[in-house]
Structure formats: C-alpha cells, structure tokens
C-alpha cells in the first residue's frame, strides 16, 4: 500500500520527505549542564536515518537513547549509527526512549522560548526546526 | 513417540519456570515489602545529608512525616525530570493532603550539584520538594541504606569531561516510622495510584 501511495504520489511529482513535528523541550534552572529535546518524526518515501543534530543552544548535541539495565538501573547511551527512520513509519523522540541531548548549555532553557536546533538525515539532508520549552515536567507537546 | 512427549513435557516445565521468575521478579521488583525479608522491610534507612539551605536533615528529623524519596542529578534530561513530575503530579492528586507528605530529591552527584543548583532544580517541581546533598561518602551511605545503585558512566561524550550517571529510577514512600512502606516508578504505577497508596499512609491525623 505504502508503496502504491509512493508511487502515485511520485507520478504526481509530489514526494514526501521525512517530517518532524511536535518539537518540544523542558525548561532548565541556571547552571543545569544538559537538556533533551523529544519530537515526533514521521518517514518519508524511501527509508532514512537520523545522523545527528546540531544546535546553538549548546556546545554538543548527541543522540541518546533510554535503556533499563537488569538490575533496575536507568542507563543513558549515545545511539551509534544514528537512529532508522522507515519509509511511511513514525518514530517519536520522547521521555524514558530517544532524546536529541543538549550537552552545555549556553544558557537555561526559559519556558515558553524556542530553541533551533538542526537535524541531519542521511537522505533527507538537513532539517531546521525550533523545539518549543515547556515546564520542567512536562511528559508531551500537549502536557501544558 | 517418546521424544515428543518429553519435549512437551520439559518445554511446559521451562514456560512454568519462566512465568514464576517473571512474576518473582515484578514481586520482588515492585511490591514494596513483599519481596524482602520482614526485618529488613521493617528497619528504616538511616541517612545524614545536608539540604540545599545548609541545615542537616537526617532520617530521624523526618520521622513523624510521610516522604516520597527520588535518587538522581540534576545533568539528567530525561528520567529524572520524568520521575519527578510523576512526583509533582501525585502530590497534585493528592489535594490539602499532600500538605502532610514531604517530597525529597537526593542528588547522586555531589561533585556537580552544587546547593544553588539543587534549590532551584527542586523549587522547578515543587515549592516544598527539599533537595538533599553531602559528601561523597554520605551520599554513598544514604544510596546503600536504600539499596539505590549508582556509577559514574566512563565519558563517552564528545564534550570534554561531561559525563552521565546511570541509576536507580525508584521514588521510596517512607511512612511515619520512616520505614520503606512502597517502591514505586512513573512505569509502573499512575498518579492516582500512587496518591491513593498516599492517601491511606498520610490521610489521618499524625
């Protein structure tokens, strides 16, 4: 079906690129070294990975990736080779799973401000987009 | 004929095997007192840490109150601020009654979490969330009374001397007598039912 779907569209001369949506973040208190960004992306017609992201918010931007060690010990990784965006697929970026790491902040995130940050596709090339910062405990784009 | 039937029979023994070690595990893991040996349950953890203000705060001066007690660092994006708006959102559950429980965030990086940092860290997710720090060696013994594991990750960061620390991801209820009386995760249990597990330990008069 996707495949169908890509094809006519494809005729149509319209093809669709991956699509990142509902970019949101937590506020930060001062001196606070880190941050995450979470967002939702969604594949476009062919498959794609996510590389990496940059941003001037900070001095280095990874991305990571929540996992649950045996012993119930919470552990942070750095996701190697980036993360598979399939074809027709979504892949949200959210709380206690993937995170694009803000790692030295330049300064707090404020709630309320936007913070640019640009992702890398391994196909779709570069995407701007602006995470919107919400309260430090907020669990979703909508958790306002 | 034969190995069939044995096959069978091992493989249903190996399923019956699992489902006890899974539920042992979710028992042992998620019920409170259940899973440990009564005397253990019964004794409550002894700490001596100092709070973001500078008075020293123990587990003696907290007894007579209900706390909710969260082991993580400031630096952490993620779960920490996860689990402690699962604490917030409990408290917020709980009405007038969250008056009578005392929300506790104790760092596990004493290196970085200066004070000035943990108040405005703790006042970020609650107005009353006290925010507790020591020396290494206190911060450890406090980790070790509640049986919070945690270890510096080797930096793998490209930013220079960056680096996380993996942890425990468990809120302790501490009842009155300052005894472990739940251990919960934003995973596992709602904020309505960590509010009414609140309810009954912090609902009467103290």
Request: overall charge negative; hydrophobic content about 45%; proline content about 6%.
């Amino acid at each position: 079906m996707r495949v169908i779907l890509a094809m006519f569209l494809g005729a149509l001369g319209i093809a669709a690129e991956v699509s990142v949506a509902e970019v949101w973040s937590r506020a930060t208190v001062p001196g606070q070294e880190a941050g995450a960004i979470f967002a939702r992306i969604t594949g476009g017609d062919v498959d794609d990975r996510l590389l990496g992201a940059a941003s001037e918010a900070a001095a280095t931007v990874e991305l990571h990736e929540h996992a649950m060690g045996q012993d119930g010990v919470g552990q942070m990784r750095e996701i190697a080779g980036g993360l598979a965006i399939p074809a027709g697929g979504r892949v949200d970026l959210k709380p206690r799973s993937y995170h694009i790491m803000l790692i030295g902040l330049r300064a707090p995130l404020a709630k309320g401000a936007t913070v640019p940050v640009t992702l890398r596709f391994e196909r779709a090339g570069a995407q701007r987009i602006e995470a919107l910062v919400l309260d430090p405990w907020a669990m979703a784009f909508d958790d306002r | 004929m034969k190995i069939p039937i044995i096959t069978t029979a091992v493989a249903a023994i190996l399923v019956i095997a699992a489902a006890w070690a899974v539920s042992e595990h979710r028992r042992t893991h998620h019920d409170g007192r259940s899973g440990i040996p009564a005397a253990e349950a019964d004794a409550p953890p002894e700490f001596a840490l100092t709070a973001s203000d500078g008075r020293s705060v123990t587990a003696a001066s907290l007894r007579g109150t209900v706390c909710l007690i969260y082991f993580g660092f400031t630096t952490c994006p993620d779960v920490c601020p996860t689990e402690l708006g699962w604490m917030m959102r409990t408290l917020r559950q709980l009405g007038p009654i969250a008056d009578a429980v005392q929300p506790i965030f104790i760092s596990v990086d004493p290196e970085r979490d200066t004070p000035a940092k943990l108040s405005a860290y703790a006042a970020a997710f609650h107005p009353r969330m006290l925010a507790l720090t020591g020396t290494p060696d206190q911060v450890k013994a406090a980790a070790d009374a509640f049986g919070v594991v945690y270890r510096k990750q080797t930096p793998v960061s490209q930013q220079p001397g960056f680096y996380l620390i993996d942890h425990t991801m468990t809120t302790f209820v501490l009842d009155r007598e300052g005894r472990i009386v739940h251990r919960l995760a934003s995973a596992d249990t709602t904020p309505e039912q960590a509010a009414a597990m609140l309810r009954a330990l912090a609902g009467g008069a103290p």
